[in-house]
């Protein structure tokens, strides 16, 4: 599954950066904030197993451990005696190895900090082809943390990385196994993504739930932010480090299930549920109010004037509150007029900024299956 993840336009291009880095014979540091989305050594691998002449090689790492160490017993054999860092970059066994390596706190970033800057000196006189080249995954650490760039060491956050096609990707991914008809499989795809915001793994969670789950998804964050220690340990706002904030598209995104405990989690739930809806919502309501003046032209005598004095000319400019208006007295089915309240219902709520619940949205997606209209 997550192999589809780092295929994604942004994921992938994240994923070219490290290894274009590699590349061009720089050791590179990998930043992730907590609860990243998994497989990202398993997607950097396969890109560089496509050079012959590197060789991937995943160097465990324990707590507290040096560079040195876990360097020297991962590839010399336990028991190895401690070489300097000089040695390790000479010996012929590190030869054209791409090294990765997590550490397992970031407040032991420092210690690993010095190490990476020795190790990239010692090792900068070797041929780009030759040169053992460090991968640092550090987990947790904030960007203002974080090293520096230099010539010799690059340093690649997960932070900005997402657009909206991304996760709109991802969710249609994760919504693949479900027999849905396309209305319910639009709603529920957007849901996905206005709720998840820029956390896949958040999304995947999600897209267990019911539509009913997704519309009052208070349980489903609050057991993600439970399952995060989120709910007794409550992430500080705008914390990337902690995987509770990102940016897609230049917007401030906070992640919904760190926030869920705040007393306005309410209101932000409620922001994004109506987002969601009105993006699948209006498209339609607008196609099958176009549909409807089609059908009952013939029943729709202009100039039809309106509260507050306007008049309008053409059927056309008929929006759904005034054509519903004017085809209760049409003779139209009452499936087709069942509709057409349901739509004007709908629209009316979401224009006043108000999501729809459950049980109105559901009689509303039979309603709209049930008629000859959609399938025109």
């Known amino acids: 599954m997550w192999r589809y993840w780092w295929s994604l336009s942004g994921p992938y291009g994240f994923v070219t950066e490290i290894v274009a880095s590699l590349r061009a014979g720089r050791h590179a540091v990998v930043l992730l904030p907590q609860h990243?989305?998994?497989?990202?050594?398993?997607?950097?691998?396969?890109?560089v197993e496509q050079d012959a002449a590197w060789v991937w090689t995943r160097v465990p790492v324990t707590a507290h451990a040096d560079g040195p160490t876990a360097l020297g017993q991962t590839l010399l054999g336990a028991g190895t005696p401690a070489r300097s860092v000089a040695d390790l970059v000479a010996h012929p066994t590190l030869r054209g190895r791409v090294l990765w390596l997590e550490i397992p706190a970031a407040r032991d970033w420092p210690d690993w900090a010095a190490f990476v800057t020795a190790f990239a000196a010692a090792a900068e006189p070797l041929a780009v082809i030759d040169r053992p080249l460090l991968l640092l995954s550090v987990t947790g650490l904030a960007s203002a943390a974080g090293p520096e760039p230099t010539r010799l060491v690059s340093v690649c956050p997960w932070r900005e990385r997402l657009d909206d096609l991304d996760m709109q990707q991802w969710a249609a991914y994760l919504l693949r196994p479900l027999s849905l008809n396309p209305v319910e499989r639009r709603l529920r795809r957007e849901l996905l993504v206005a709720l998840a915001g820029f956390?896949?793994?958040?999304?995947?969670?999600?897209?267990?739930?019911?539509?009913?789950?997704?519309?009052?998804?208070?349980?489903?964050?609050?057991?993600?932010?439970?399952?995060?220690?989120?709910?007794?340990?409550?992430p500080a706002p705008r914390d990337w480090a902690a995987g509770a904030y990102d940016r897609i598209n230049g917007q401030d995104i906070d992640h919904l299930a760190a926030q869920c405990a705040a007393p306005e989690a309410a209101a932000q739930v409620e922001e994004r549920l109506w987002r969601a809806q009105m993006t699948v919502f209006f498209p339609l309501i607008e196609q099958l109010r176009r549909r409807l003046v089609a059908r009952y032209r013939k029943h729709l005598h202009p100039p039809f004037?309106?509260?507050?004095?306007?008049?309008?000319?053409?059927?056309?400019?008929?929006?759904?509150?005034?054509?519903?208006l004017l085809l209760s007295k049409a003779p139209?089915?009452?499936?087709?007029?069942?509709?057409?309240?349901?739509?004007?219902?709908?629209?009316?709520?979401?224009?006043?900024?108000?999501?729809?619940?459950?049980?109105?949205?559901?009689?509303?997606l039979l309603t709209i299956e049930r008629s000859d209209l959609w399938a025109c």
């Open 305 to 324: 004037d309106l509260p507050g004095g306007r008049s309008i000319l053409h059927p056309e400019d008929l929006e759904i509150g005034p054509l519903n």
């Open 332 to 364: 139209i089915s009452w499936s087709r007029s069942e509709l057409l309240t349901r739509l004007w219902t709908l629209r009316n709520a979401l224009a006043h900024l108000t999501p729809m619940g459950y049980r109105e949205l559901k009689e509303l």
């Open 36 to 47: 990243a989305p998994p497989g990202l050594a398993a997607a950097v691998a396969q890109e």
């Open 199 to 234: 956390d896949p793994g958040c999304a995947h969670r999600l897209s267990a739930g019911s539509l009913e789950d997704l519309l009052h998804p208070h349980a489903l964050l609050a057991a993600c932010a439970a399952d995060r220690g989120w709910l007794a340990a409550p």
